[in-house]
């Protein structure tokens, strides 16, 4: 079946610090790929995604590279905020699986002043 | 981008009523609506799956019972957690999938409901 592996957290740095939160996954089909972000007693949104190989997406600085051949999806902001404080999902969408969402298990980032 | 409308944010119930909380999208059409529940600190889990104008489909593990799924248009869904006990007290989230078109491989998601059942 398909799984989404992350990094546990909490992941905690300085502003302006390089964030990466690492994001692997395992799929039978060929999922898309999408990051989720999560503020304190919120739902979800849509951070950024990728539909196929080598898509990279993008969005308020961050970034997630579709790599194939690793199988990965890993989340990067070169220069992080206090308000990017949340909890990030890493999630995969499988045609072959009704499109249905899998999630991994949440990283918490917190950014400090 | 598309919108989903999750409603109430925030109840507290007594133990043995009942709370329905409503997903609605509201400038697309839902066919099919996700029922997640998430614990703190902790991931979504998928309790149910369902489908304009069928019968839900629920995870396993999940009380069908206890936790009564309506999806009577395509624009609105219903979770009922029927006979609440303080175990049931979570953060529930639905998220919705549009019909065809560019924004079908994505889900938009409600913005959750805290519940706390005292």
């Known amino acids: 079946g398909n799984s989404v592996t992350q990094m546990e957290g909490p992941v905690t740095l300085s502003e302006e610090a390089f964030l990466t939160i690492n994001c692997t996954y395992t799929?039978?089909?060929?999922?898309?790929l999408f990051w989720y972000v999560q503020y304190p007693g919120e739902g979800l949104q849509l951070l950024l995604k990728?539909?196929?190989?080598?898509d990279k997406g993008s969005n308020k600085g961050f970034e997630a590279t579709y790599r194939k051949e690793t199988t990965s999806f890993h989340l990067e902001k070169g220069s992080v905020q206090v308000s990017d404080s949340a909890v990030y999902f890493c999630?995969?969408?499988?045609?072959?699986?009704?499109?249905?969402?899998?999630f991994g298990g949440g990283t918490r980032l917190m950014v400090k002043p | 981008g598309a919108v989903v409308s999750q409603h109430p944010s925030r109840v507290i119930c007594k133990s043995g009523t009942s709370v329905k909380i409503e997903c609605r999208s509201l400038d697309f059409q839902a066919t099919t609506m996700f029922w997640y529940r998430q614990f703190p600190k902790q991931s979504l889990m998928l309790m149910a799956t369902?489908?304009?104008?069928?019968?839900?489909?629920?995870e396993q593990g999940v009380e069908k019972d206890k936790f009564l799924i309506n999806h009577a248009s395509l624009t609105l869904s219903t979770l009922t957690v029927t006979s609440a006990h303080p175990e049931d007290s979570s953060f529930y989230i639905c998220?919705?999938?549009?019909?065809?078109?560019?924004?079908?491989?994505?889900?938009?998601f409600g913005q959750g409901t805290r519940l706390t059942v005292v």
């Open positions: 999630a995969l969408s499988d045609r072959g699986a009704g499109n249905m969402l899998t």
């Open positions: 369902s489908n304009e104008g069928s019968k839900a489909t629920y």
């Open positions: 799929a039978t089909g060929y999922p898309s």
């Open positions: 998220s919705a999938r549009a019909m065809g078109g560019v924004l079908n491989t994505e889900a938009f």
């Open positions: 990728a539909t196929k190989a080598d």
